[in-house]
């Protein structure tokens, strides 16, 4: 009898729960319509969450993640609805499903986005969840409301967080602010405390909105800024559910910090395991049972080409089989772990082998757990993610830097080389390497004290993160230095942006005690393919920056 591939098997009912998604949205879209009609009932309700939930399942299981989390956020906020019903079932009227409605139209927006990046088609009934304008995913955008009556005050600290990449609205009427919230959710409301009115009118505020708006009002966090540090106006911010609390003059800095910290939701990369097996179907099993618990996997079956693998996959585990054509797991692991960068990675046995004293022998010689065959997907996974978590954590405090969280000096060295590798595989692809260094950090220091240097070194780590891409690596280099990787970005491009960073960076005000000042950097380009080794491209940035330093500093140049 003939085996089946487990590859193609899975992919085959992925194929077919994609073919079957399109109408099971327009269902959920049809019962979520009805819950808001004059019929409505706990009954519907209930059938509704059973959809959502069943579905969300389903796209986890096969690996649509961007689908199973959208869905995952409808069924948060109709089990919230549902806990409504069940608790007061005659305050569930009318004006309680209205306000509703803008929430699930985020989430509904935010679903079929999510499917079209599958190419999908929905249907019209997914489209007329509602008849009005869909409303956008603020959170994601960077959307700031600042409430602030002065108006000379607003402009500035909307400027000065606006370097930073977020989008700020001014408000300085409550109910400017209130049809604003109504019509789009912000990733966060920047609250003025005192009014000439009112010295509490912001905590009065924000407890208005959240008895009118209930629970769409509810996912939005709120930030006060007051001119007053007393105890009793940090308890009023505080009961109306601020998460942070600046006084003015407001530095920027860590403001930014707590933006960052409400707004940015840095999503996990996937486990990475590189599965080592001679056995083609055997290692298309192991596969297929960590895809269901979206692991990536990658298959090598001969084991010679391992450490090629390990450098292009990047794994998290190398799941490896004892007995193998060519050399055996014993060795292997022995050879992966003679390379200190492969040192700390875990490298679990999976085998057949039944005897202790050959188990024992394979975890001396470099491995970190034994798996006996044939293993439950449950204790396959479990196996693999407990070891996955704790690398991860143990290889951030190797890699990053302490204080800004950026890729440390050794970690950004091996990024490039891995990035001009990858580079060099593309046709015509191309690659830019800046060196940055702020001006003057040493008088920053002696005039203002170290811990505002800190807080310097801080600000241009949140400047660059904020308006570099998510491909774009970015790295402490040491002291006040830092190095960007820009991949696909050609010279030119590259010399263009650094130059509107450097503009930008020079309007943030920092603050030292009740002192204000700025700050710039200089920094030095160079490029792929016009240097094509990682140390030539590094020197030629570097001897760039050196440059921009001696023409004067809070200057770009190439290389």
Do not use: W
């Amino acid at each position: 009898m003939a085996q089946i591939d487990p590859n193609k098997e899975s992919q085959l009912l992925r194929d077919e729960f994609l073919s079957s998604l399109e109408p099971h949205l327009s269902e959920i879209a049809a019962a979520c319509r009805f819950c808001f009609d004059e019929d409505r009932s706990p009954a519907s309700l209930k059938d509704l969450l059973f959809l959502v939930h069943r579905l969300a399942g389903s796209a986890a299981v096969f690996n649509y993640h961007e689908i199973s989390m959208a869905l995952k956020k409808i069924e948060a906020v109709l089990l919230g609805f549902k806990a409504r019903y069940e608790a007061a079932p005659e305050e569930a009227d009318v004006s309680f499903f209205e306000q509703a409605k803008p929430r699930l139209k985020v989430l509904f927006d935010e679903l079929r986005a999510a499917a079209d990046r599958k190419k999908l088609v929905l249907s019209d009934a997914l489209q007329q969840v509602s008849n009005e304008p869909s409303l956008k995913e603020t959170r994601a955008s960077k959307l700031v409301y600042l409430v602030e009556d002065d108006p000379i005050q607003a402009r500035e600290l909307a400027t000065q967080v606006g370097y930073f990449g977020y989008t700020v609205s001014v408000f300085n009427l409550i109910d400017q602010l209130r049809t604003a919230v109504n019509e789009k959710l912000p990733a966060v409301i920047l609250m003025d405390m005192a009014f000439p009115e009112d010295e509490e009118g912001g905590a009065r505020i924000v407890h208005e909105l959240r008895a009118s708006l209930g629970k769409v009002f509810e996912v939005v966090p709120v930030i006060f800024i007051s001119a007053s540090d007393d105890i009793h106006t940090r308890l009023m911010a505080v009961r109306a559910g601020g998460q942070a609390y600046f006084t003015k003059p407001v530095d920027v800095g860590s403001l930014i910090d707590a933006l960052d910290q409400l707004t940015v939701h840095e999503k996990q990369a996937p486990y990475r395991v590189l599965i080592v097996e001679d056995s083609i179907t055997q290692a298309g099993l192991y596969s297929s049972m960590l895809k269901h618990y979206a692991v990536e996997t990658q298959i090598i079956s001969d084991p010679l080409k391992v450490m090629k693998a390990i450098v292009e996959f990047n794994p998290d585990l190398i799941l490896l089989d004892m007995y193998m054509p060519e050399c055996n797991g014993n060795e292997l692991a022995q050879v992966i772990r003679q390379n200190e960068t492969y040192v700390s990675i875990p490298i679990v046995f999976l085998s057949a082998e039944t005897d202790k004293d050959k188990q024992l022998e394979a975890m001396s010689a470099g491995g970190d757990d034994f798996l006996s065959k044939p293993i439950k997907a449950t204790h396959l996974i479990k196996a693999v993610t407990s070891r996955v978590e704790r690398y991860r954590k143990l290889r951030a405090l190797m890699m990053n830097d302490s204080l800004t969280g950026l890729l440390n000096h050794t970690s950004i060295k091996v990024r490039l080389t891995q990035e001009l590798n990858r580079s060099r595989r593309q046709e015509n692809g191309v690659l830019s390497y800046v060196m940055l260094d702020i001006d003057h950090f040493k008088n920053i220091n002696d005039s203002y004290g170290h811990a505002t240097g800190d807080r310097v070194l801080k600000s241009l780590a949140r400047f660059l993160q904020q308006r570099l891409r998510r491909s774009d690596v970015i790295g402490r280099y040491g002291g006040e230095e830092f190095a960007i990787i820009l991949p696909d970005t050609p010279l030119e491009q590259a010399y263009a942006l650094m130059q509107e960073l450097n503009h930008g960076f020079s309007k943030v005000h920092h603050i030292a005690g009740k002192q204000e000042f700025s700050v710039t950097f200089s920094a030095g380009v160079a490029g792929y393919p016009n240097f094509m080794e990682a140390s030539e491209l590094s020197d030629a940035a570097d001897m760039a920056l050196y440059q921009a330093k001696n023409s004067g500093r809070n200057r770009v140049m190439t290389g």
